[in-house]
């Protein structure tokens, strides 16, 4: 069965610090997508990036970085120097034809000035 | 272009009431999907239409049912009202169901 786990429920870090996001994936299919998505305080989820199973290269969007690794059914995200404006709940999400879309819990970010 | 809009914001219903909440999605997509997020459960898939069909269907009960219209619009119904049923009823719609999904910013339920 898919299933998505982000362990970290918490985290709370002082600006300018960076942090990272863990998310660890399980599926049985060989082709599927995973995702992050945002929820700021105002509640509508906004997406991050999307990746395919045959595509491990990492990515880079100016202070937000994710590390795919299959070998660990992994799929972090970091945030490099924090600021309060990255407050937010953070989704990682999995998508396959056969087990549709799974999300995380769900990790609350919480960024002090 | 207009994002994806959710009506209505807010609804207080009773248990063993019915509701509908409503979708529209971005213009031009065809996949439009609904969740349920509430603190216990987190952000639950209920289903997702493409093209007028149901594609794929979460793990909810039959209570809750949806459809899609020809312009891709769709509608969430919840019949038989339970407590639990409160929650913040998200829609997202996106090209297709493997694509990123764009949120509406919800209907948020409250059952008395």
């Known amino acids: 069965a898919q299933k998505v786990t982000q362990a970290q429920t918490e985290i709370s870090v002082v600006e300018k610090e960076d942090v990272t996001l863990d998310c660890v994936y399980e599926t049985r299919d060989t082709t599927y997508y995973l995702f992050w998505y945002k929820q700021p305080p105002s509640g509508e989820l906004v997406f991050l990036i999307r990746r395919n199973s045959f595509d491990e290269q990492n990515e880079i969007s100016g202070r937000y970085s994710w590390n795919f690794q299959k070998s660990t059914s992994s799929f972090n995200f970091t945030i490099t120097a924090s600021q309060v404006v990255d407050s937010a709940v953070y989704f990682c999400?999995?998508?396959?034809?056969?087990?549709?879309?799974?999300f995380g819990s769900g990790t609350r970010l919480s960024i002090r000035p | 272009k207009a994002g994806v809009t959710q009506t209505p914001r807010y609804l207080i219903k009773t248990r063993g009431q019915q509701v509908t909440l409503s979708c529209s999605p971005i213009?031009?997509?065809?996949?439009v999907s609904w969740y349920q997020q509430t603190p216990g459960q987190g952000l639950q898939f209920l289903f997702e239409?493409?093209?007028?069909?149901?594609?794929n269907k979460g793990n909810f009960p039959g209570r809750f049912s949806g459809r899609q219209f020809s312009n891709s619009r769709s509608e969430m119904n919840v019949s038989t009202l339970e407590l639990g049923d409160s929650a913040l009823y998200l829609c997202?719609?996106?090209?297709?169901?493997?694509?990123?999904?764009?949120f509406g910013s919800g209907t948020q339920l409250s059952v008395l």
């Open positions: 999400a999995s998508y396959s034809s056969a087990s549709k879309i799974i």
């Open positions: 213009s031009g997509h065809r996949s």
């Open positions: 997202a719609s996106s090209p297709d169901a493997n694509e990123k999904l764009f």
């Open positions: 239409y493409f093209s007028e069909t149901q594609r």
